[in-house]
Nanobody, 118 residues
Framework: QLQASGGGLVQAGGSLRLSCAVSGRSFSSYGMGWFRQTPGKEREFVAAIRWSGGSTYYADSVKGRFTISRDNAKNTVYLQMNSLKPEDTAVYYC?????????????WGQGTLVTVSS
C-alpha cells in the first residue's frame, strides 16, 4: 500500500516536498517512482530511485529542480520539488516497482495534487 502526501498550492518559484509511505515492502521491491498526470494527458514519468544503492533517475523536464530520495528505515520516498513552474501542475503519483530495470510499476498510490500558480 502506498500513501502519498504533501501536495498543495504554491507560487511559481516555490517549493514543495511530496512523501510516499510504503507499507508491506517485499524483498522483490527494486525501487519507487514518481509520475504525474494532467487532464487530457498521459501519465508521465518524473523520477525514480532504487531502494538499494539509491541510484536516481529523472525526466529531463525536472532535472536540476526535483530531487528524489528515500529513507529505507521508514519505507518512505520523497520528492523535493524546487523552482516550481506552472507547467508542473499535476496530480503526482508514487509507484512501486518489482522490475530491476525500474520500467514497469505494479502498485500505485492515490495521487496528490500539486498546483503551481503564476
Amino acid at each position: 500500500q502506498l500513501q502519498a502526501s504533501g501536495g498543495g498550492l504554491v507560487q511559481a518559484g516555490g517549493s514543495l516536498r511530496l512523501s510516499c509511505a510504503v507499507s508491506g515492502r517485499s524483498f522483490s521491491s527494486y525501487g519507487m517512482g514518481w509520475f504525474r498526470q494532467t487532464p487530457g494527458k498521459e501519465r508521465e514519468f518524473v523520477a525514480a530511485i532504487r531502494w538499494s544503492g539509491g541510484s536516481t533517475y529523472y525526466a529531463d523536464s525536472v532535472k536540476g529542480r526535483f530531487t528524489i530520495s528515500r529513507d529505507n528505515a521508514k519505507n518512505t520516498v520523497y520528492l523535493q520539488m524546487n523552482s516550481l513552474k506552472p507547467e508542473d501542475t499535476a496530480v503526482y503519483y508514487c509507484a512501486h516497482t518489482s522490475d530491476s530495470l525500474l520500467r514497469h510499476y505494479d502498485y500505485w498510490g492515490q495521487g496528490t495534487l500539486v498546483t503551481v500558480s503564476s
